[in-house]
């Protein structure tokens, strides 16, 4: 219908504010003229007694075709001689300030609304002096009233100034209160809006949940368009201020909405230098507001301090990262990997597969810092730091409604994930998983925040679908399934608990699925062509309908097949291999015992506690346990965990009200415990450390919950807790000293054997199974004896580069140190220069102008003799020894140079 200009519609926002609306609505319905409107709209979904009320007062009609916001009624009423519209809006969704004024001003019948809080009382004379103000001048936007704190000795406000200064926007009362004119906002409780203007803008940004700074961004947008806000002296309201909020929120948490609202703000409407200024000054500023942030910082820098420091620790690269680091470099540099596949999705590496995301991370860190232990760690131990902060930030949003600590359990959290052994493990090295972890804990971390939101909050309107949580979850989700092959196995799972938990908040919200939905199509197109168009399916339409590989096993869609073993697509999924489910030689009922028996090995003390892990032959049959996964003496959980994790499941028992309380955060954190542990449970490795690092996540909840159920249980003795909780922080200190005191007994001293020592490690019977594993696993500093033996041959020294060790895939080492590129490795560059072989010969050792790599343990004792006579000994090089490698010329040492016997400190 076309919006009268002579009057205006009081529109007044509650929330269970029944005593309030009786005190204060009689002033506004003097103030009323005929033909106005006053519009009450309740957010308070469960609180009929207002609707009740004013129903009976003024026999309120439904009006049907309003009801997508609620039940709203209305009527024609006559008050002391004025006819009246009466509305009412009875909110089926409490979507708090924001969205329910916006909702409100859709249904109102005028040009101009006057937006009251329930607090607030007009005086005489208010809303024609605030009309024809607005009236006046067809550039304002709104006007705002002269407030009065009754309860504050008559202190005046209305009138508002807003600066920029220290990354923030700060704002304050203006003094001058006894003189109209321009204001820096109009005041959301007391002020009178053009209802065209306000809808042009979008009305208040609900990003600003649950109240405060909503009315000066829509005024700070205003302004940005030409609109003034005007302040008018004459029309003066009385407000008692935040009533309501101090009701439902308390002063406190008033206080932390208003400071974060604020940062949204700044960031929001920042522009060009302010936005550095702002990044600059944030956690500044979130440090000095909030003290328990003080102990995220302190976690944060830990972390940082004890997962830095050992980037170089163990003193050598894996196959694995060798691999990782030179197919980076290739692909950064020359948009191809070793095998020629131009950017591909997934490396093949040796066969294995690799997911994309790190590989390219490695040559970009590469590009920048060359390539070095140091540089191909960095970016995991900076992800490993991320995560734990994203963790903290989790927990504080799980528990935020439930304790007032709930900063300080986040920092528990963070604390336990900092000294969780597992995931320091793998924060250091440069393996997948790490990241794939960092991106699934974002993902859920968005998730939570969006299924906890008011179903209004991100809008109904097309246009503003796209402002929601979902989209990073669709980013993170998706990045993690170009970070690590697990994730393809969990993500899909997580879906399915989500669709069967929360389905039907989902499809309450559906718009908002449409652009995370089409955004995860247009990132995933790659990877779904990589998984189901493969390279190595050169006919993928014909693969549909079966093919025979050229070993006769059954193929599925062009994947790559092994023995027995049946793939379920091509590159892409080609490490479903790995799992026994895909085995062709076990029945199902095998599978399933199989499955049983691999998920009680996690949940072990040999493997929580322990660290138990899978064995792997090494020289020359003897086992020893697989220190790629960890030291095989520390597990998973400490023993102070496992006392926590049982207080949990005590109080979890004895305590209704506290499960009633945290049964949810409970759930949620075993669900992340076996969803992460899944990858692991059906790999043909059991146990595999690595692939079930997403559960220590879960893990940590747990131990963090496990704290706030020891405090149920000493509520009686709480002047006790806090040395309680420090005590166990003691604890877990003590706990995780000693184990990196084992780790670096383990990895570095033996990583650091002299000259002098060589020979009697070859003889040593006694060195330890894990020794020799570091030894063997890590290839220790073989990325810097074949650097050496590249300059050599750069500078013409050498004429051949031989390594002699069983060491698997020595060649890609050789490839990260000389950075040639894949066209020239495929082309015979390598093999040119370089000989590989499993053990050393007479025929090594007697070639002119070589450089021999080797082992001195795997030496043969006939060829001893020889090598003390025919080879000029470098054993100490670069940054630190070579360790267990020796690095020999096949020449006499009085033929070397003065520049090359200056190499020999041996």
């Given at each position: 219908?076309?919006?009268k200009?002579?009057?205006?519609?009081?529109?007044?926002?509650?929330?269970?504010?029944?005593?309030?609306?009786?005190?204060?609505?009689?002033?506004?319905?003097?103030?009323?003229?005929?033909?106005d409107?006053?519009?009450?709209?309740?957010?308070?979904?469960?609180?009929?007694?207002?609707?009740?009320?004013?129903?009976?007062?003024?026999?309120?009609?439904?009006?049907?075709e309003?009801s997508?916001?609620?039940?709203?009624?209305?009527?024609r009423?006559?008050?002391?001689?004025?006819?009246?519209?009466?509305?009412?809006?009875?909110?089926?969704?409490?979507?708090?300030?924001?969205?329910?004024?916006?909702?409100?001003?859709a249904?109102?019948?005028?040009?101009?609304?006057?937006?009251?809080?329930?607090?607030?009382?007009?005086?005489?004379?208010?809303?024609?002096?605030?009309?024809?103000?607005?009236?006046?001048?067809?550039?304002?936007?709104?006007v705002?009233?002269?407030?009065?704190d009754?309860?504050a000795?008559?202190?005046e406000?209305?009138?508002?100034?807003?600066?920029?200064?220290?990354?923030?926007?700060?704002?304050?009362?203006?003094?001058?209160?006894?003189?109209?004119?321009?204001?820096?906002?109009?005041?959301g409780?007391?002020?009178?809006?053009?209802?065209?203007?306000?809808?042009?803008?979008?009305?208040?940004?609900?990003?600003?949940?649950?109240?405060?700074?909503?009315?000066?961004?829509?005024?700070?947008?205003?302004?940005?368009?030409?609109?003034?806000?005007?302040?008018?002296?004459?029309?003066?309201?009385?407000?008692v201020?935040?009533?309501?909020?101090?009701?439902?929120?308390?002063?406190?948490?008033?206080?932390?909405?208003?400071?974060?609202?604020?940062?949204?703000?700044?960031?929001?409407?920042?522009?060009?230098?302010?936005?550095?200024?702002?990044?600059?000054?944030?956690?500044?500023?979130?440090?000095?507001?909030?003290?328990?942030?003080?102990?995220?910082?302190?976690?944060?820098?830990?972390?940082?301090?004890?997962?830095?420091?050992?980037?170089?620790?163990?003193?050598?690269?894996?196959?694995?990262?060798?691999?990782?680091?030179?197919n980076?470099?290739?692909?950064?540099?020359?948009?191809?990997?070793?095998?020629?596949?131009?950017?591909?999705?997934?490396f093949?590496?040796?066969?294995?597969?690799?997911?994309?995301?790190?590989?390219?991370?490695?040559?970009?860190a590469?590009?920048?810092?060359?390539?070095?232990?140091?540089?191909?760690?960095?970016?995991?131990?900076?992800?490993?730091?991320?995560?734990?902060?994203?963790?903290?930030?989790?927990?504080?949003?799980?528990?935020?409604?439930?304790?007032?600590?709930?900063?300080?359990?986040?920092?528990?959290?963070?604390?336990?994930?900092?000294?969780s052994?597992?995931?320091?493990?793998?924060?250091?090295?440069?393996?997948?998983?790490?990241?794939?972890?960092?991106?699934?804990?974002?993902?859920?971390?968005?998730?939570?925040k969006?299924?906890?939101?008011?179903?209004?909050?991100?809008?109904?309107?097309?246009?503003?679908?796209w402002?929601?949580?979902?989209?990073?979850?669709?980013?993170?989700?998706?990045?993690?399934?170009?970070?690590?092959?697990?994730?393809?196995?969990?993500?899909?799972?997580?879906?399915?608990?989500?669709?069967?938990?929360?389905?039907?908040?989902?499809?309450?919200?559906?718009?908002?699925?449409?652009?995370p939905?089409?955004?995860?199509?247009?990132?995933?197109?790659?990877?779904?062509?990589?998984?189901?168009?493969?390279?190595?399916?050169?006919k993928?339409?014909?693969?549909?309908?079966?093919?025979?590989?050229?070993?006769?096993?059954?193929?599925?869609?062009?994947?790559?097949?092994?023995?027995?073993?049946?793939?379920?697509?091509?590159?892409?999924?080609?490490r479903?291999?790995?799992?026994?489910?895909?085995?062709?030689?076990?029945?199902?009922?095998?599978?399933?015992?199989?499955?049983?028996?691999?998920?009680?090995?996690?949940?072990?003390?040999?493997?929580?506690?322990?660290?138990?892990?899978?064995?792997?032959?090494?020289?020359?049959?003897?086992?020893?346990?697989n220190?790629?996964?960890?030291?095989?003496?520390?597990?998973?959980?400490?023993?102070?965990?496992?006392?926590?994790?049982?207080?949990?499941?005590?109080?979890?028992?004895?305590?209704?009200?506290?499960?009633?309380?945290?049964?949810?955060?409970?759930i949620?954190?075993?669900?992340?415990?076996?969803?992460?542990?899944?990858?692991?449970?059906?790999?043909?490795?059991?146990?595999?450390?690595?692939?079930?690092?997403?559960?220590?996540?879960?893990?940590?909840?747990?131990?963090?919950?496990?704290?706030?159920?020891?405090?149920?249980?000493?509520?009686?003795?709480?002047?006790?807790?806090?040395?309680?909780?420090?005590?166990?922080?003691?604890?877990?200190?003590?706990?995780?000293?000693?184990?990196?005191?084992?780790?670096?007994?383990?990895?570095?001293?033996?990583?650091?054997?002299?000259?002098?020592?060589?020979?009697?490690?070859?003889?040593?019977?006694?060195?330890?199974?894990?020794?020799r594993?570091?030894?063997?696993?890590?290839?220790?500093?073989?990325?810097?004896?074949?650097?050496?033996?590249?300059?050599?041959?750069?500078?013409?020294?050498?004429?051949?580069?031989?390594?002699?060790?069983?060491?698997?895939?020595?060649?890609?080492?050789?490839?990260?140190?000389?950075?040639?590129?894949?066209?020239?490795?495929?082309?015979?560059?390598?093999?040119?220069?370089?000989?590989?072989?499993?053990?050393?010969?007479?025929a090594?050792?007697?070639?002119?102008?070589?450089?021999?790599?080797?082992?001195?343990?795997?030496?043969?004792?006939?060829?001893?003799?020889?090598?003390?006579?025919?080879?000029?000994?470098?054993?100490?090089?670069?940054?630190?020894?070579?360790?267990?490698?020796?690095?020999?010329?096949?020449?006499?040492?009085?033929?070397?140079?003065?520049?090359?016997?200056?190499?020999?400190?041996?």
């Amino acid at each position: 219908m076309p919006k009268k200009q002579s009057q205006i519609t009081f529109l007044i926002p509650t929330y269970g504010g029944l005593d309030l609306l009786k005190k204060n609505l009689p002033s506004v319905m003097k103030e009323t003229q005929t033909g106005d409107e006053v519009f009450i709209s309740e957010d308070a979904v469960d609180d009929l007694s207002c609707l009740q009320y004013f129903r009976r007062l003024y026999d309120l009609q439904p009006v049907p075709e309003a009801s997508v916001y609620g039940q709203f009624y209305r009527a024609r009423i006559l008050y002391e001689g004025k006819s009246l519209t009466f509305s009412f809006l009875q909110r089926k969704v409490n979507g708090r300030f924001a969205r329910n004024v916006n909702d409100a001003v859709a249904l109102i019948a005028h040009h101009y609304f006057f937006l009251l809080n329930n607090d607030v009382q007009l005086t005489r004379g208010c809303r024609e002096r605030m009309l024809t103000t607005i009236l006046s001048d067809p550039s304002i936007f709104a006007v705002t009233a002269k407030e009065i704190d009754v309860h504050a000795h008559g202190r005046e406000s209305g009138r508002n100034r807003i600066w920029w200064a220290q990354g923030r926007f700060w704002h304050a009362r203006d003094e001058n209160l006894d003189q109209s004119g321009p204001t820096a906002w109009a005041c959301g409780g007391s002020s009178l809006y053009d209802v065209d203007k306000w809808q042009v803008l979008g009305g208040f940004d609900t990003r600003y949940y649950p109240a405060y700074w909503e009315d000066i961004d829509v005024s700070w947008n205003a302004a940005r368009r030409g609109w003034r806000s005007v302040y008018c002296h004459q029309a003066v309201v009385h407000h008692v201020h935040e009533t309501t909020n101090k009701d439902v929120f308390g002063q406190a948490k008033i206080e932390q909405m208003s400071w974060d609202n604020g940062t949204k703000f700044a960031w929001k409407n920042a522009r060009g230098y302010q936005k550095l200024e702002f990044l600059g000054y944030y956690f500044y500023w979130q440090l000095k507001q909030f003290p328990a942030m003080r102990l995220w910082a302190l976690v944060l820098l830990v972390a940082a301090g004890i997962r830095l420091s050992f980037t170089q620790i163990p003193a050598g690269l894996t196959v694995d990262e060798a691999a990782l680091a030179y197919n980076g470099y290739a692909a950064v540099n020359y948009h191809r990997d070793e095998w020629l596949n131009f950017l591909p999705v997934t490396f093949r590496s040796f066969g294995d597969y690799k997911a994309p995301l790190l590989v390219y991370v490695s040559g970009l860190a590469q590009l920048v810092a060359g390539t070095s232990i140091w540089s191909l760690r960095l970016p995991t131990a900076l992800i490993g730091v991320a995560t734990i902060w994203l963790l903290m930030k989790l927990v504080d949003l799980l528990l935020r409604d439930k304790t007032p600590r709930h900063q300080v359990f986040a920092a528990v959290a963070g604390f336990g994930l900092t000294f969780s052994w597992w995931h320091f493990h793998f924060s250091h090295l440069s393996f997948e998983t790490n990241w794939a972890v960092f991106f699934q804990l974002w993902a859920l971390y968005e998730l939570i925040k969006y299924l906890r939101a008011p179903l209004d909050q991100y809008g109904r309107e097309w246009q503003r679908c796209w402002h929601t949580p979902l989209t990073w979850v669709a980013m993170a989700w998706c990045l993690a399934l170009y970070s690590y092959h697990a994730s393809k196995l969990t993500i899909p799972l997580t879906l399915v608990i989500l669709v069967l938990w929360q389905g039907k908040k989902l499809w309450q919200r559906r718009r908002n699925l449409l652009l995370p939905v089409c955004l995860s199509l247009l990132l995933l197109t790659p990877l779904l062509q990589d998984s189901f168009c493969s390279v190595d399916a050169q006919k993928p339409f014909s693969l549909l309908l079966g093919m025979q590989s050229k070993n006769g096993q059954p193929r599925f869609l062009g994947g790559i097949c092994g023995d027995g073993q049946l793939s379920l697509a091509g590159n892409g999924l080609t490490r479903a291999n790995s799992s026994f489910l895909t085995a062709t030689d076990l029945t199902l009922s095998q599978k399933g015992q199989k499955l049983v028996d691999n998920l009680l090995v996690y949940f072990q003390p040999a493997f929580l506690l322990r660290g138990q892990n899978i064995s792997a032959q090494i020289y020359d049959g003897e086992l020893a346990v697989n220190v790629r996964h960890g030291d095989a003496t520390f597990g998973v959980l400490w023993w102070t965990d496992m006392v926590l994790v049982g207080i949990l499941l005590a109080t979890l028992l004895v305590f209704p009200d506290w499960r009633r309380t945290y049964g949810r955060e409970v759930i949620v954190a075993i669900l992340i415990v076996l969803v992460g542990t899944l990858p692991a449970i059906i790999t043909d490795q059991i146990p595999h450390s690595n692939q079930a690092l997403g559960a220590v996540i879960g893990w940590v909840m747990l131990t963090t919950l496990g704290f706030l159920a020891w405090r149920r249980w000493w509520s009686a003795r709480a002047r006790y807790y806090p040395s309680l909780v420090m005590l166990v922080l003691l604890l877990v200190g003590v706990q995780f000293g000693t184990a990196q005191k084992n780790y670096l007994q383990l990895f570095a001293p033996h990583a650091r054997v002299t000259a002098t020592d060589q020979r009697g490690i070859a003889n040593n019977a006694t060195i330890s199974q894990k020794q020799r594993a570091v030894s063997y696993l890590f290839a220790v500093n073989l990325l810097d004896a074949f650097t050496l033996a590249s300059q050599q041959r750069q500078q013409g020294n050498v004429d051949q580069i031989i390594y002699a060790g069983d060491l698997e895939q020595p060649y890609i080492y050789a490839l990260a140190a000389e950075r040639f590129s894949p066209e020239l490795y495929r082309h015979g560059k390598l093999s040119d220069s370089y000989m590989f072989v499993s053990k050393m010969s007479e025929a090594e050792l007697t070639k002119d102008q070589a450089l021999v790599i080797y082992n001195p343990e795997q030496l043969p004792p006939a060829l001893v003799e020889l090598e003390q006579q025919q080879c000029q000994k470098i054993v100490n090089y670069y940054h630190g020894q070579f360790n267990n490698l020796r690095v020999c010329w096949t020449r006499p040492s009085e033929a070397l140079t003065t520049d090359e016997a200056s190499l020999d400190n041996g």
